[in-house]
């Protein structure tokens, strides 16, 4: 996501947090790459999911608000170390600096702290923050601390896993391994938090977090609508006309489900308690023909019709429509 989240979702900055719930779900209902082809398309719903994902949280909007993350929620650490300091009441030094006019002084600290790092306390290693001894009233030094930076991530789930929960194993970007727990029932667009899994903290700041947007893959078999589970079944003419026991497939294996005699083609039976967390899973019946109509069946069929035929259109023609 780059600019204004806000924009992304279109709400104002005033938007409760049921407005940014609403607008994501009117944009992922258009956009979402599994209804919408269109690349750009799938961009919108890139940018809004990633600004969901961040004004959503309380704490992290309000922190995007006063200008502490950017809109990816990354630290603005140099920024506001140097406002913090600047315009602290007890510096004496805050109008001595020349800075009146609040200009970003960004690369100014940076290059002021790299050049603190290359020459401070032995064993650091060289350059950058660590190290780096910053310095008090009277001249008195003092260590600098500072959180790591959070890093987000997406990951890709298959539906199996989010639906029933799971665990996966990533590779960070200092190239170990950690196992993630998906939790039951995950999202598509959900984040989770991987505390203190972010980067490393300067001095005595902790690390920061790692945060993973899910990514829920379609599944050949499953679709999902809340907490309840949707499939289509295929079934023989024999026993849409004679009804029976089939064995039905779930997201916790397959079960015996009862076909009822004179079955039809988009009839719809529930399988109490079989979705997600105490859901449903409802399942859309579709008839199936023979792969060949045998002499045998089409003789029966003709038999049949004379004396059984029905019209399943009664009612569609315009002329007997009142």
Not at 160 to 176: C, E, F, Q
Request: cysteine-free; aromatic content about 8%; proline content about 6%.
């Amino acid at each position: 996501m780059a600019g204004d989240p806000y924009a992304a979702l279109g709400v104002k900055k005033t938007a409760t947090e049921a407005e940014l719930k609403a607008a994501y779900r009117k944009i992922a209902k258009v956009d979402h790459p599994d209804l919408n082809p269109d690349p750009a398309a799938a961009e919108r719903f890139k940018a809004a999911a990633a600004a969901y994902d961040l004004l959503k949280d309380p704490e992290q909007r309000r922190r995007f608000d006063a200008g502490e993350i950017d809109e990816q929620g990354q630290e603005r650490p140099q920024r506001r170390y140097y406002r913090d300091h600047a315009e602290a009441a007890d510096n004496p030094y805050a109008r001595s600096y020349g800075f009146e006019n609040d200009a970003d002084m960004g690369d100014v600290f940076s290059d002021l702290f790299g050049r603190r790092g290359a020459g401070g306390r032995a064993g650091t290693g060289g350059g950058g923050f660590e190290g780096f001894e910053g310095f008090g009233q009277g001249g008195q030094q003092r260590d600098f601390h500072m959180r790591g930076q959070d890093h987000r991530f997406t990951l890709e789930v298959d539906f199996l896993t989010a639906v029933r929960g799971g665990k996966t194993r990533i590779t960070l970007p200092d190239g170990s391994d950690l196992e993630v727990t998906i939790p039951k029932g995950a999202q598509d667009g959900q984040t989770i938090r991987l505390k203190e899994k972010g980067g490393a903290g300067l001095g005595k700041g902790g690390s920061g977090d790692a945060y993973l947007t899910l990514t829920v893959a379609p599944d050949p078999l499953f679709r999902r609508e809340g907490d309840d589970i949707f499939l289509t079944l295929p079934i023989t003419l024999a026993e849409a006309v004679l009804g029976g026991k089939v064995a039905t497939p779930t997201i916790d294996g397959p079960v015996n489900l009862t076909i009822p005699k004179g079955a039809t083609t988009g009839q719809k039976l529930r399988l109490r308690g079989r979705g997600i967390k105490g859901g449903d899973q409802q399942v859309e019946l579709k008839i199936v023909m023979p792969p060949k109509v045998d002499p045998e069946l089409e003789t029966f069929m003709e038999s049949w019709r004379k004396s059984h035929d029905y019209d399943p259109r009664v009612g569609m023609n315009s002329g007997s429509r009142s």
